[in-house]
């Protein structure tokens, strides 16, 4: 007969809510009643959790035995409480001194030889405790290095329940975090290896440049996927806190590597164009996983045979672009995930998909249906469109040698730089996050380029988010040559990117 409790966490989406874990152990026939809204998954740990303790050796209670998860009105789901509710048992049971979970975060499900298995969701699952004032956990020993990764808490690696039970009796201990492993090591893909194409070479430096979304079309083998998987090496590295966010987004996924799981540079997420709808802005039962946008958090999502994706797959892409996050409403609540990244898209500009354009066999309005695919509301969300040409022998070998990784990423970094230093007091990192009113109202620009921009609007070139757009580009242009204001020209080269009737 006793009453004691532990603690865990509840995930929804990267949100994390710690759970008191009570266990009350009365009179009555043995049974074992779960409440607090638990889910098929979680019922089941009765049994789980009876089997590992009866299987590490202890007692298990021949009373009936009620456990209570709160917040009750919250729902929870999932295998992550299987430690938690043994070790509450165990301490009710007096096997293990009550006090001694007050402190502890218990995360891990439980075989039923009492082995300790990895679970998804433990650096927010952890971040989440300590928030709410827990200062030490216990997690799978597979995870350590992941939950290593949350600054002031002091975690612990288990293999076995046993060695659970121990650690809290304090007659052992448990495995402590390793050294911290190399960071991922870099791409070793450069721009010197893109072979011509100085105009896609120049949207590309201006997108990292502005964090401005791209769309390549061209014939294949123009290199427009060499150069969406080069955008990343130009992007600056993320910060510690950026880095946090993009792990727990992973680690939710069950994506993360288990010697070196920070994620510090930004992810490039290329999906096929055979995915599910929920597999590119997330789903799945109960509370929904993160999909392809969300795992592409603070870096690029890149879309090739973009045409091929289908409109509903494609149109989901809109609010994510808009808002910078995916809610997904589910019946146990609205999970929320960050997903604020950079959109490439490249298509080729028939289906025929020749060589040279001279070759095609499309009737025109085969062509047109084709590109008609990216619908005009995604594509007005879409900063800088780039016509790729052939290469031709002259072009690719015109003796120069094209520009490395390194040298555009200064000119990039720099850029930025002054982009940051301009909207801080706004809270905003890069000129692709600064909404059309600040810039109109706080940042004008000389009449003859209001006038230009203007001009595109009567003739229907661009629409006014279109305009919105084509200032944010006109300020990457300007920060990337080192001028205090985008002039005509800047606006010019805008619009050009965006749309060729307008220049």
Same mark, same amino acid.
């Given at each position: 007969?006793?009453? @004691?409790?532990?603690?865990?966490?509840?995930?929804?989406?990267?949100?994390?809510?710690?759970?008191?874990?009570?266990?009350?152990? +009365?009179? +009555? &026939?043995?049974?074992?009643? %779960?409440?607090?809204?638990?889910?098929?998954?979680?019922?089941?740990?009765?049994?789980?959790?009876?089997?590992?303790?009866?299987?590490?050796?202890?007692?298990?209670?021949?009373?009936?035995?009620?456990?209570?998860?709160?917040?009750?009105?919250?729902?929870?789901?999932?295998?992550?409480?299987?430690?938690?509710?043994?070790?509450?048992?165990?301490?009710?049971?007096?096997?293990?001194?009550?006090?001694?979970?007050?402190?502890?975060?218990?995360?891990?499900?439980?075989?039923?030889?009492?082995?300790?298995?990895?679970?998804?969701?433990?650096?927010?699952?952890?971040?989440? !405790?300590?928030?709410?004032?827990?200062?030490?956990?216990?997690? $799978?020993?597979?995870?350590?290095?992941?939950?290593?990764?949350?600054?002031?808490?002091?975690?612990?690696?288990?293999?076995?329940?046993?060695?659970?039970? =121990?650690?809290?009796?304090?007659?052992?201990?448990?495995?402590?975090?390793?050294?911290?492993?190399?960071?991922?090591?870099?791409?070793?893909?450069?721009?010197?290896?893109?072979?011509?194409? $100085?105009?896609?070479?120049?949207?590309?430096?201006?997108? @990292?440049?502005?964090?401005?979304?791209?769309?390549?079309?061209?014939? $294949?083998?123009?290199?427009?996927?060499?150069?969406?998987?080069?955008?990343? +090496?130009?992007?600056?590295?993320?910060?510690?806190?950026?880095?946090?966010?993009?792990?727990?987004?992973?680690?939710?996924?069950?994506?993360?590597?288990?010697?070196?799981?920070?994620?510090?540079? /930004? /992810?490039?997420?290329? $999906?096929?164009?055979?995915?599910?709808?929920?597999?590119?802005?997330?789903?799945?039962?109960?509370?929904?996983?993160?999909?392809?946008?969300?795992?592409?958090?603070? =870096?690029?999502?890149?879309?090739?045979? @973009?045409?091929?994706?289908?409109?509903?797959? %494609?149109?989901?892409?809109?609010?994510?672009?808009?808002? +910078?996050?995916?809610? &997904?409403?589910?019946?146990?609540?609205?999970?929320?995930?960050?997903?604020?990244?950079?959109?490439? %898209?490249?298509?080729?500009?028939?289906?025929? !998909? /020749?060589?040279?354009?001279?070759?095609?066999?499309?009737?025109?309005?085969?062509?047109?249906?084709?590109?008609?695919?990216?619908?005009?509301?995604?594509?007005?969300?879409?900063?800088?469109?780039?016509?790729?040409?052939?290469?031709?022998?002259?072009?690719?070998?015109?003796?120069?040698?094209?520009? /490395?990784?390194?040298?555009?990423?200064?000119?990039?970094?720099?850029?930025?730089?002054?982009?940051?230093?301009?909207?801080?007091?706004?809270? &905003?990192?890069?000129?692709?996050?600064?909404?059309?009113?600040?810039?109109?109202?706080?940042?004008?620009?000389?009449?003859?380029?209001?006038?230009?921009?203007?001009? =595109?609007?009567?003739?229907?070139?661009?629409?006014?988010?279109?305009?919105?757009?084509?200032?944010?580009?006109?300020?990457?242009?300007?920060?990337?040559?080192?001028?205090?204001?985008?002039?005509?020209?800047?606006?010019?080269?805008? &619009?050009?990117?965006?749309?060729?009737?307008?220049?």
């Amino acid at each position: 007969m006793g009453l @004691a409790r532990a603690w865990s966490v509840a995930l929804f989406g990267v949100d994390g809510v710690a759970v008191e874990v009570e266990a009350d152990i +009365g009179a +009555g &026939l043995p049974a074992v009643q %779960l409440i607090g809204l638990p889910d098929a998954a979680l019922q089941q740990a009765k049994e789980r959790v009876r089997a590992a303790v009866r299987n590490s050796g202890e007692q298990w209670p021949a009373h009936r035995i009620t456990l209570g998860l709160s917040p009750a009105a919250l729902p929870k789901g999932g295998s992550g409480y299987d430690l938690a509710i043994a070790c509450a048992i165990l301490a009710a049971a007096q096997a293990i001194p009550p006090d001694v979970l007050d402190t502890f975060a218990l995360i891990g499900e439980l075989a039923l030889d009492g082995r300790v298995r990895p679970v998804r969701g433990v650096l927010p699952g952890l971040l989440a !405790a300590r928030r709410a004032g827990l200062r030490e956990a216990i997690v $799978p020993a597979e995870t350590l290095p992941e939950a290593a990764l949350v600054d002031g808490m002091r975690v612990f690696g288990a293999r076995r329940l046993d060695e659970v039970i =121990g650690c809290l009796r304090g007659e052992q201990g448990l495995e402590t975090p390793p050294e911290p492993a190399p960071g991922r090591p870099k791409s070793s893909v450069d721009l010197a290896d893109v072979l011509g194409q $100085p105009e896609a070479r120049w949207a590309l430096e201006v997108a @990292a440049a502005g964090g401005h979304h791209l769309l390549f079309v061209g014939p $294949p083998g123009t290199g427009k996927t060499m150069l969406a998987q080069r955008l990343c +090496g130009l992007l600056p590295a993320l910060t510690p806190e950026e880095a946090l966010e993009v792990t727990a987004i992973h680690s939710v996924a069950g994506a993360l590597a288990t010697d070196s799981p920070l994620i510090d540079s /930004p /992810p490039f997420v290329a $999906p096929h164009h055979s995915l599910s709808v929920a597999a590119m802005i997330g789903g799945g039962s109960g509370l929904a996983r993160p999909g392809a946008v969300s795992r592409a958090h603070r =870096g690029v999502l890149f879309l090739d045979e @973009a045409c091929e994706f289908g409109p509903r797959r %494609l149109e989901t892409l809109r609010t994510a672009l808009e808002e +910078g996050e995916v809610r &997904l409403a589910r019946r146990d609540g609205v999970v929320r995930y960050p997903a604020r990244f950079q959109l490439v %898209l490249a298509t080729n500009p028939c289906p025929c !998909a /020749p060589p040279r354009d001279t070759e095609c066999l499309c009737p025109p309005n085969t062509r047109r249906r084709y590109l008609a695919r990216l619908s005009g509301p995604l594509l007005d969300r879409v900063d800088i469109r780039v016509r790729m040409r052939p290469l031709t022998g002259m072009s690719a070998h015109d003796g120069t040698t094209p520009e /490395p990784t390194s040298v555009v990423r200064e000119r990039v970094q720099a850029a930025r730089r002054r982009a940051a230093a301009r909207w801080a007091t706004y809270g &905003l990192g890069s000129n692709a996050e600064v909404p059309g009113t600040v810039l109109r109202r706080d940042f004008p620009l000389a009449r003859d380029a209001i006038e230009l921009l203007d001009h =595109g609007l009567d003739i229907g070139a661009v629409t006014g988010r279109g305009a919105d757009r084509c200032l944010r580009v006109a300020w990457t242009l300007a920060d990337l040559a080192g001028l205090d204001v985008p002039g005509v020209d800047e606006v010019a080269a805008a &619009l050009e990117f965006r749309d060729r009737r307008s220049a």
